[in-house]
Nanobody
Framework: QVQLQESGPGLVKPSQTLSLTCTVS??????????WGWIRQPPGKGLEYIGY???????NYSPSLKSRTSISRDTSKNQFTLQLSSVTPEDTAVYYC???????????WGKGTLVTVSS
């Protein structure tokens, strides 16, 4: 059973960079055909797919966030990391790391972590 666990600061100041790490157990992030992504949900709003890093290391980002987003990985630790720069209060959300089986079919979710952007 694949398990994902988010970690990182729960409070980030405006204009700073939000950084979250997802640790994966029960499966390798280099396994063919799987993608490892980040999804967020602002308070009272719907889910937004931020982007993913694939089994071969390729990345894909939401057009609306692409200029501020970077997803990387550490295969030795079986982890992948989200960095979102120049954050504003509108980036306040619960952030989830997920496994995507392709075509945005998400089959495993982390529990989610609330990140608040505030001074």
């Amino acid at each position: 059973q694949v398990q994902l666990q988010e970690s990182g600061p729960g409070l980030v100041k405006p204009s700073q960079t939000l950084s979250l790490t997802c640790t994966v157990s029960g499966g390798s992030i280099t396994t063919n055909w799987y993608y490892w992504g980040w999804i967020r949900q602002p308070p009272g709003k719907g889910l937004e797919y931020i982007g993913y890093i694939g089994y071969s290391g390729g990345t894909n980002y939401s057009p609306s966030l692409k200029s501020r987003t970077s997803i990387s990985r550490d295969t030795s630790k079986n982890q992948f990391t989200l960095q979102l720069s120049s954050v504003t209060p509108e980036d306040t959300a619960v952030y989830y790391c997920v496994r995507d089986g392709g075509d945005y079919y998400v089959d495993f979710w982390g529990k989610g972590t609330l990140v608040t952007v505030s001074s």
